[in-house]
């Protein structure tokens, strides 16, 4: 099985700052990786897509990076609405895995 | 609007059976693999299965941690999605999502949550 392994686990930061998560997945899966954001009580809404690809909808001052085994997703801007959890999904192979999230928390 | 709508959640006994369901609509549920997604209270998002569509013989594929005891079912004329779980045990506590893979999960239903415990 591929295990995907996100950092931080947590968080805190401002409005305003520049926020970057990262996954790391056990082999390579090339750009098969995808970001979600998930709020409290809600499902998860998928970011990006092929690691870099912007969903349609999401704001541009989210984006993601990397292939092979190493990716980031970015937050340019932290905006009050990006207080979440985030995960990345490596669907290359199966078992499709989670990373484990990382909780964007208000400093 | 594709809209995914899970249903059939609820308590059941350790060793126990339930069975879910998610009506699918604003799409053509017919030409779409479908998965089921779990999240344990306070935990991360685990992949369960999925079932592949009428041209790929609706062969499945489940995770290590459920083969076995559960299975994913659909009926493409009702637009529905199923997953079958026998031999429940506390562990498989958790909220049941169905969600459409576009490679990544374009789409998500809200929801069931499923408690097991005596």
């Known amino acids: 099985d591929i295990q995907m392994t996100q950092s931080p686990s947590t968080l805190s930061a401002s409005v305003g700052d520049r926020v970057t998560i990262t996954c790391r997945a056990s082999?390579?899966?090339?750009?098969?990786l995808a970001w979600y954001q998930q709020k409290p009580g809600k499902a998860p809404k998928l970011l990006i897509c092929?690691?870099?690809s912007l969903e349609s909808g999401v704001p541009s001052r989210f984006s993601g990076s990397g292939s092979g085994t190493e990716f980031t997703l970015t937050i340019s801007s932290l905006q009050p609405d990006d207080f979440a959890t985030y995960y990345c999904?490596?669907?290359?192979?199966?078992?499709?895995?989670f990373g484990g999230g990382t909780k964007v928390e208000i400093k | 609007e594709v809209q995914l709508v899970e249903s059939g959640g609820g308590l059941v006994q350790p060793g126990g059976s339930l069975r879910l369901s998610c009506a699918a609509s604003?799409?053509?549920?017919?030409?779409?693999?479908m998965d089921w997604v779990r999240q344990a209270p306070g935990k991360g998002l685990e992949w369960v299965g999925r079932?592949?569509?009428?041209?790929?013989?609706?062969?499945?594929e489940y995770a290590a941690s459920v083969k076995g005891r559960f299975s994913i079912s659909r009926d493409d004329s009702k637009n529905s999605l199923y997953l079958q779980m026998n031999s429940l045990k506390t562990e498989d506590t958790a909220v049941y999502y169905c969600?459409?893979?576009?490679?990544?999960?374009?789409?998500w239903g809200q929801g069931t949550l499923v408690t097991v415990s005596s």
């Open positions: 969600a459409r893979p576009n490679s990544s999960f374009d789409y």
């Open positions: 604003g799409f053509t549920f017919s030409d779409h693999y």
């Open positions: 079932t592949r569509n009428k041209a790929d013989s609706y062969t499945t």
């Open positions: 082999q390579s899966i090339s750009s098969w």
């Open positions: 092929t690691a870099s």
């Open positions: 999904q490596q669907y290359s192979s199966y078992p499709l895995t």
